[in-house]
């Protein structure tokens, strides 16, 4: 890249890099580094989509080198871990959820990848509120297609925090992301609130001690009727939920469970009828 430039970051210690966009470049990795060569053990590394990082790690009053790199779509690779696919529903699009733990090129944050049938293009679309030691929450192994194609549906579940009582925490529910042309955007959040078990059933997953309140934490996501409905296995709250995708409501659920002791089946697929009826 050219027209690197260096600025003073927004705290002590943090440094602001920006430069040219390159042609035809998917992303950019940043490097600094007390050695001019690049050595040390303490080379700082970052990734980004954007013109502008701000590095952070450094040490005040120390000189520094850094570097840009420019990535293209050959160059980058998918991310890890992909444990569901849906397609489109006009056969498309096959895309894929990433919930392990991130490479180098997604910055360390799950994903959603797209694969394009048509073309054979590759591309992967990075989860901000899944990075790496920062997040609370995870994608899991739900993924859905509306019946228009023209929306996503993925299961994040937490069970650190629940019911995403601190700044940027989501706790559990679905994410919802806009679809078109093989490009994906999120949109919204319908959250899920813990589960008001059956009279006598009790958990442990909240603070360790029996409660009647059970973490949901979405599993699969099937999608059907008109007006369009959501299924959602609730993997620790051995339920299967109705949801409404538009209001984020849930209308009805079914109890799973086969013991007092709540998770006990884990609800983690579903499969629906051709007609619709039965699932």
């Known amino acids: 890249v050219t027209n690197v430039q260096l600025d003073d970051g927004s705290n002590s210690g943090k440094l602001s890099v920006s430069w040219d966009a390159a042609t035809d470049a998917m992303l950019y990795v940043i490097e600094a580094d007390i050695k001019m060569d690049f050595s040390s053990d303490n080379l700082l590394k970052g990734v980004t989509t954007k013109t502008r990082k701000e590095i952070d790690g450094l040490t005040p009053g120390t000189t520094c080198w850094v570097r840009v790199f420019a990535a293209d779509r050959e160059e980058v690779g998918p991310n890890s871990e992909p444990v569901s696919m849906a397609v489109s529903p006009d056969h498309r699009y096959v895309v894929t959820v990433n919930d392990g733990y991130g490479t180098f090129e997604s910055n360390y944050e799950q994903s959603l990848a797209v694969y394009d049938t048509k073309s054979g293009v590759l591309e992967d679309f990075p989860e901000a509120r899944t990075a790496l030691r920062v997040g609370h929450q995870t994608l899991f192994s739900g993924l859905a297609f509306s019946q228009d194609g023209a929306h996503l549906y993925a299961s994040m579940g937490s069970i650190t925090d629940p019911e995403g009582k601190r700044k940027g925490d989501t706790g559990n529910g679905i994410v919802v992301y806009k679809f078109a042309a093989g490009k994906i955007a999120p949109e919204k959040f319908l959250p899920l609130p813990l589960e008001s078990l059956a009279p006598g059933h009790v958990t442990r997953l909240i603070g360790e ?17 008109s007006p369009e409905r959501l299924l959602v296995a609730g993997n620790l709250s051995d339920d299967v939920l109705v949801m409404d995708p538009a209001t984020g ?10 013991s007092d002791a709540v998770p006990g089946t884990y609800p983690i697929a579903l499969a629906v009828a051709p007609d619709g009826k039965r699932a």
């Open 209 to 225: 001690r029996d409660g009647g309140k059970g973490i949901p934490f979405p599993a699969a996501i099937a999608v059907l009727g």
């Open 249 to 258: 409501q849930v209308e009805k659920r079914f109890d799973l469970s086969e």
